[in-house]
């Protein structure tokens, strides 16, 4: 920790102590804790987007398209993998200490009401964006989105939802239907919004939702290889990262996109979508499309870190739908089962039967973990969905299948986001900060 943030480890330890309280969904303390701290969020042009998947890489997308046009870029994202301030990013670096402390102080001693962890680091982020004069914030719904924290957003320059699929049915509802509206809570009266490619059934649900509250126009990204849609995406070529984005009323551009998988087209066709709304108001973002979007990363999510010629792949896949997305790209680029060992671990509220069915099949050799945070499925139980070794430890599981890797072979790590972020800790040779269990 620098000498210019002296109190910045006491704050995160104030900031982990507020975690225990878990989710808690609402907007009324996040309000009055802004309005104390004089509406750091009311000046601030913003693009908002939620989704079950794809959120976080359409951010990545939209912020590296503002920062190459030359806009000073804020993007709030979550979870964290190492840090804390990776949530909070400027210019696209996580902001420094000093600006952290100043930011985590404001949300944590300056407010009336105490402020879960999530809030905490909401508000934090919308006084850093204000102290640091970004031109556009790019902030990802943590939860849901009626009643998530960055919601306090009233009037976004552009909305995007991404995906939706089954997760977190405890607090969104059963159905998607369900899980739709919840999500369709950051679409605003007169605010444009762009949404991926969707089940019928979420559609509607969506543009129910639309309807009733007088959103903007909708721009739908067709799925890959489907012409039904306003925004229409495709391979450019043959094989490789090169996507051909087409959108309403413009002329096709092709990209060389930042981040792998197949299924990052159809982000990119988001990012596009909310990008060409911006355009109205900053004519040079639509130039700085192909850059920006050969520029985007996003930690965790496909990263190939080579360990003494061994390839690992951290991959965030927490749910059965990225399961799905990175079996498919297993499928397409991986080395084949028997070269493929899987380390696998996931939170116990998590659909892990499902995930490991879909990639149990792809890696012949199958090291099960348990990740640090809330409890974690068993051991026993993987065993029962897929055989495969219970190692426990990630750090050893990871070692060991590095050291029977087998010529061009691949170690994958997924399951979960607190394993994705231990491991890659460990390997980069990171110090993380504490880890917090919501």
Known sequence: MSAAAPRLPALLEALGQRAPRGMVLGLDRVREALAALGD????????HVAGTNGKGSVCAMVESIARAAGLRAGLYTSPHLSRFA????????????AAFEAALSAALERVPSPLTFFEALTVAAFVAFRDAGVDLAILEVGLGGRLDATNVIAAPLCTAITSIAFDHQALLGPTLADIAREKAGVLKPGAPAVLGPLDPEADAA?????KAIGAGPRWRVARAGDGAGDIAVGRAGSGGRAARIAGPGRGAIEAE?????????????VACGVAWQLAGRWPEIERALPAGLAAARWPGRLERIDVGGVQVLLDCAHNPHGALALAAWLDEEGPGPARTALVFGAMADKGWGEMLQS??????????VTPQGR???????LRQVAPGEPIGDPGAA?????????????VVVAGSIYLVGEVRSSLLGITPDPVVTL
């Open 40 to 47: 750091p969020h009311a000046g601030l042009a913003a693009v």
């Open 86 to 97: 990776e949530r909070i990013r400027v210019g696209g670096e996580p902001i420094g200490d």
């Open 206 to 210: 969506i543009e129910a939702v639309a």
């Open 257 to 269: 996109l930042g981040l792998p998988g197949a299924h990052q087209a159809e982000n990119a066709g």
């Open 359 to 368: 990639l149990a099949p792809r890696a012949q050799r199958r090291l099960y």
């Open 375 to 381: 409890a974690a499925a068993s051991l026993e139980a």
């Open 398 to 410: 990871v070692a060991r299948a590095i050291e029977g890797a087998a010529p061009g072979g691949l």
